[in-house]
C-alpha cells in the first residue's frame, strides 16, 4: 500500500475521538510527509474519505509528478492560499476542523475564523508529529543514505584540512564536499570551530586558524532531499611534537574526550524499546557528573532526525516519551569549557525490536582522529 496513503489513513482513524471530521495541515514539513510533495505554499485538507491539496499553477506538473492520484484544488493566480483553502471546507461541508497549532499563525486562524465563521475550529500540537516519530522502511533507508554521504563528505574533508584552513574556509568547503558526494546541501550550516571555540555549542565561523588550536569540532550533516543526518566528531590536531607524554594539562583533551565517549556508550546502552527518552539522557549525564564536568554539559542528550534536523522525539531530561522500534535520534553527550574548549561526539542511533542499531560508521576512537602527522 502507498505509505502516503497509510500515513493519512492512521490520521483519520483518529478523527472520531477529537471529534473532528477534517484536518488542515499547514506544516509543509506535515504536507510532504502525508503526500510527497515537495514544493511549498500549498495545504492539505484532509477529511474522513478524501484528501485534497491545495496549490497553486506553479505545482500542477510537480505535483502530478510527485502525488500518486491525490486530488488537487489549483488555484487561480489571484486568489490567496487562504482563500482557496476556505472554499475547499465550505465544499466538502466541514463543519469541525482541527488545525496544527504549532504552524498556524494567530493572524492565519483569525483569517480563517472570518472566512469560514460556520467552521468550529479544533487546534492541536503534533498530531502527525507523532506519526513521524517512528519512521518506516522507506524513511530509514533515506537516511541512512544521508548519514553514509555526510561520512563520505568528512572522509573528504579530513583528507584535504589543512594546519592553516580556517574555521570559514572549512565549513563553506564542507558544503562543497557534501554535494560532491550527492548531497542536496548540509542539513544546517556546519559547525567548525577552533581550540576554545568548541566550548560554544553553536559556534559561528570565523577566521581562526586549525593551527592555532589542538583541537577542531566539526558538526555537519546532509540534507540527502528530504531527509537528514547529523554527526559531530572532534580532530586533534596537535602535531607530533606536541602530543603529551606526561600526564597533566596537556592530557585534557584525552581525559575530556574519554568522559565523553564513555557517557556516550552509556546511553547507546541504555536504548531499546519501552524506556523513557529521560533514562536515556540521565545514563550519560551520570558519567559526565561522575566525572566532575556535569556543570558542563548544559543541553539535552539528542533530538529526532528525518525530515527536520531537529525533531521528535527530543533526548533530554523530563522527557516522558517512550522509546519505540523505528525511532531515529542522535545521542551527542558534551562538555564544554570555556577557556580551553568542548569535546562533543554524535551519532544517528535506530531504535529496535530488541535493543539500538549506530547507524553512523565514522570511528569515535581520539587516536584515529589525529588531523595530521
Known amino acids: 500500500m502507498d505509505p502516503f496513503i497509510q500515513r493519512r489513513d492512521k490520521l483519520v482513524r483518529r478523527f472520531a475521538e477529537e471529534a473532528i471530521d477534517a484536518l488542515l495541515v499547514t506544516s509543509v514539513h506535515n504536507v510532504t510527509y502525508l503526500t510527497g510533495f515537495t514544493g511549498d505554499s500549498s495545504f492539505l485538507v484532509l477529511t474522513k474519505?478524501?484528501?485534497?491539496?491545495?496549490?497553486?499553477?506553479?505545482?500542477?506538473?510537480?505535483?502530478?509528478?510527485?502525488?500518486?492520484?491525490?486530488?488537487?484544488?489549483?488555484?487561480?493566480?489571484?486568489q490567496k492560499l487562504h482563500e482557496a483553502t476556505a472554499e475547499v471546507l465550505v465544499k466538502l461541508g466541514c463543519r469541525f476542523v482541527g488545525f496544527e497549532s504549532c504552524a498556524l499563525t494567530v493572524a492565519e486562524y483569525e483569517t480563517f475564523t472570518n472566512l469560514v465563521p460556520s467552521v468550529s475550529w479544533k487546534g492541536a500540537a503534533e498530531r502527525v508529529e507523532q506519526l513521524r516519530m517512528v519512521k518506516d522502511a522507506g524513511e530509514l533507508d533515506l537516511i541512512c543514505d544521508a548519514i553514509s554521504m555526510a561520512e563520505r563528505a568528512f572522509i573528504v574533508f579530513r583528507n584535504l584540512l589543512r594546519p592553516d584552513d580556517t574555521e570559514k574556509d572549512l565549513v563553506d568547503a564542507m558544503e562543497g564536499y557534501v554535494r560532491r558526494v550527492g548531497g542536496q546541501e548540509t542539513s544546517f550550516r556546519s559547525i567548525v570551530a577552533v581550540a576554545e571555540r568548541a566550548a560554544l555549542p553553536h559556534a559561528p565561523p570565523t577566521n581562526r586558524a586549525v593551527n592555532t588550536g589542538g583541537l577542531l569540532l566539526v558538526d555537519w550533516g546532509v540534507n540527502g532531499g528530504l531527509y537528514k543526518s547529523d554527526l559531530t566528531r572532534v580532530l586533534d590536531t596537535r602535531t607530533k611534537s606536541t602530543f603529551p607524554t606526561t600526564k597533566g594539562d596537556a592530557t585534557k583533551l584525552e581525559e575530556v574526550y574519554a568522559v565523553v565517549l564513555r557517557a556516550q556508550q552509556a546511553a547507546i546502552g541504555a536504548v531499546?524499546?519501552?524506556?523513557?527518552?529521560?533514562?536515556?539522557?540521565?545514563s550519560a549525564r551520570e558519567v559526565i557528573a561522575a566525572a566532575g564536568y556535569g556543570d558542563y554539559f548544559g543541553h539535552g542528550l539528542g533530538h529526532g532526525i528525518g525530515l527536520q534536523i531537529h525533531e521528535a522525539p527530543a533526548i533530554r531530561q523530563l522527557s516522558t516519551t517512550v522509546l519505540q522500534p523505528g525511532m531515529v535520534f542522535t545521542i551527542e553527550p558534551g562538555i564544554y569549557l570555556p577557556e580551553w574548549g568542548g569535546v562533543r561526539i554524535e551519532d544517528d542511533v535506530l531504535v529496535t525490536a530488541d535493543g539500538c542499531e549506530v547507524l553512523s560508521r565514522l570511528t569515535r576512537d581520539l587516536a584515529d582522529m589525529r588531523a595530521f602527522a
Do not use: F, K
Open 49 to 78: 474519505d478524501r484528501a485534497l491539496l491545495v496549490s497553486d499553477p506553479r505545482y500542477t506538473q510537480q505535483i502530478a509528478g510527485e502525488c500518486n492520484n491525490l486530488a488537487t484544488h489549483i488555484r487561480p493566480p489571484a
Open 272 to 282: 531499546r524499546p519501552g524506556v523513557q527518552a529521560q533514562a536515556v539522557d540521565a
